[in-house]
């Protein structure tokens, strides 16, 4: 059975690089890892997508090894607004199931 | 950007009756689109997948005949809570599939809409 598990919270100070690691154990070898992040009451908002080694993008970098069984959203330099819940997102191996990671929620400190 | 709405972004429905949700993608074809739930302080987890012109497909333990998919065209898809209960009180999260990716990998991203809340009372 797949699970996809993350910290279930981070504090980080503002101007600090924050990193969030997902385990994915058992996901699809032919599909992207995808993060995501949601404030209260909204819908996911998209982040950064990778497939392996590294990934980056305006806002953040993904870092996915080559087992691909896990992968770290790193956010440079986060502010007050990047308060809120991370997920990564993956499909599951052989069911090819979209399964969320269970969330982080960072809070970004003054 | 693609872009997918919901609607209503907030209902309150009384215990016993129905309630459509609607999700559309508004400036692409979506040929699958997903249906999520999330409770409070929890993950979204995956309800149903629903392909344009097919029957969708359910999650084990979310039963057909309580969440009706409907996704008649390749921008519309709809779910009906039927009967709804308390319980069914949940914010409900539409996500839609742009089929577009590179050779030989899967790349098909999930567009997701703002969420419907759902308050049975």
């Known amino acids: 059975l797949a699970k996809t598990t993350q910290p279930i919270s981070m504090d980080s100070y503002e101007g600090q690089e924050v990193n969030i690691t997902c385990s994915h154990n058992n996901i699809a070898t032919n599909d992207y890892i995808t993060w995501y992040q949601q404030f209260p009451s909204q819908g996911p908002r998209f982040i950064i997508q990778?497939?392996?080694t590294k990934v980056t993008n305006e806002v953040a970098s993904l870092f996915i090894p080559a087992d691909r069984k896990s992968s770290t959203l790193s956010l440079p330099r986060v502010s007050l607004s990047d308060t809120a819940v991370y997920y990564c997102l993956a499909r599951t191996s052989g069911t090819y199931k979209y399964i969320f990671g269970t969330g982080t929620r960072l809070k970004v400190l003054a | 950007g693609a872009v997918v709405s919901q609607h209503p972004s907030r209902v309150i429905c009384k215990s016993g009756t129905s309630v459509k949700i609607e999700c559309r993608s508004l400036?692409?074809?979506?040929?699958?689109m997903f249906w999520y739930r999330q409770f409070p302080k929890q993950s979204l987890m995956l309800m149903a997948t629903?392909?344009?012109?097919?029957?969708?497909?359910?999650e084990q333990g979310v039963e057909k005949d309580k969440f009706l998919i409907n996704h008649a065209s390749l921008t519309l898809s709809t779910l009906t809570v039927t009967s709804a209960h308390p319980e069914d009180s949940s914010f409900y999260i539409c996500?839609?599939?742009?089929?577009?990716?590179?050779?030989?990998?899967?790349?098909?991203?999930?567009?997701f809409g703002p969420g419907t809340r759902l308050t049975v009372t």
């Open positions: 990778g497939y392996k």
């Open positions: 996500s839609a599939r742009d089929p577009s990716g590179a050779s030989g990998v899967t790349s098909y991203e999930q567009y």
């Open positions: 400036d692409f074809q979506a040929t699958t």
């Open positions: 629903s392909n344009e012109g097919s029957k969708a497909t359910y």
